[in-house]
């Protein structure tokens, strides 16, 4: 079946660890997207990426890297420079940029311990 | 400012019975779209409907309607016939013209009794 797949589930860090989240996805989509979800709260763009080698920072990118090697895969690191890790971590992709439906991962629980 | 806002954190209703969720926006762009996504406890997100600002009818998705009323910059979802199936997190977004990326709101919990 095609879809978005992330791993691990839940994922323990650390702290000044960095670690690596990854995003797969066989949907053969040109766009990816990494959000962050905290409690009460709505989803924050973290990076995104329209194309292969091709990225760009959302709203809340400090911390954190990723990169676009290949079409199927956008793995993100969270890195010891971020200050508060612990945080429901979602990928996503769609057909293109900007199109209207965008398809999700079941994402990847990071607690900082 | 908040561009978008869900003003129900929680809301119940019966199995079979029909349930608005409430979403108001904040733009001045007159080229919009408006998004509603659910969220189950398994945790990804699923979208269930869009609305553009230049679209003339309310979007209609199966059981899923969304209730737009611009002069109000109000986008709610009525979800028809609740079923069991449908307790979740649900999210509205709102995408300005020049971007490809929505806002999210905060989100409304839905628990459907039987």
């Known amino acids: 079946d095609g879809g978005i797949t992330q791993s691990p589930k839940y994922l323990f860090r650390k702290e000044g660890q960095n670690v690596t989240l990854s995003c797969e996805q066989n949907?053969?989509?040109?766009?990816m997207y990494w959000y962050r979800q905290d409690p009460g709260q709505g989803l924050r763009l973290i990076y995104y990426?329209?194309?292969?080698?091709?990225?760009q920072k959302g709203d809340i990118a400090e911390g954190y890297s990723v990169s676009r090697e290949k079409k199927e895969s956008f793995p993100l690191t969270v890195t010891s420079a971020q200050k508060n890790p612990t945080a429901f971590y979602l990928c996503?992709?769609?057909?293109?940029?900007?199109?209207?439906?965008?398809?999700f991962g079941q994402g990847t629980r990071l607690t900082v311990v | 400012a908040q561009k978008i806002t869900q003003t129900q954190p929680g809301m119940f209703v019966q199995e079979k019975e029909a349930v608005t969720l409430d979403c108001t926006y904040d733009?001045?762009?007159?080229?919009?779209?408006l998004f509603w996504y659910k969220q189950p406890s398994s945790g990804e997100m699923i979208f269930l409907i869009y609305?553009?600002?230049?679209?003339?009818q309310n979007a209609t998705e199966g059981r899923y309607s969304l209730n737009f009323q611009k002069a109000r910059k109000s986008a709610n979802l009525v979800i028809s016939a609740s079923q069991l199936g449908d307790s979740a997190m649900y999210f509205c977004?709102?995408?300005?013209?020049?971007?490809?990326?929505?806002?999210f709101g905060r989100g409304t919990s839905l628990i459907v009794h039987p």
């Open positions: 996503a992709s769609s057909i293109v940029a900007g199109a209207t439906e965008a398809f």
């Open positions: 949907l053969n989509h040109d766009a």
């Open positions: 990426s329209q194309i292969v080698n091709d990225f």
């Open positions: 733009t001045s762009d007159p080229s919009y779209g």
């Open positions: 609305q553009g600002s230049y679209d003339q």
């Open positions: 977004a709102m995408r300005e013209g020049g971007s490809y990326i929505p806002t």
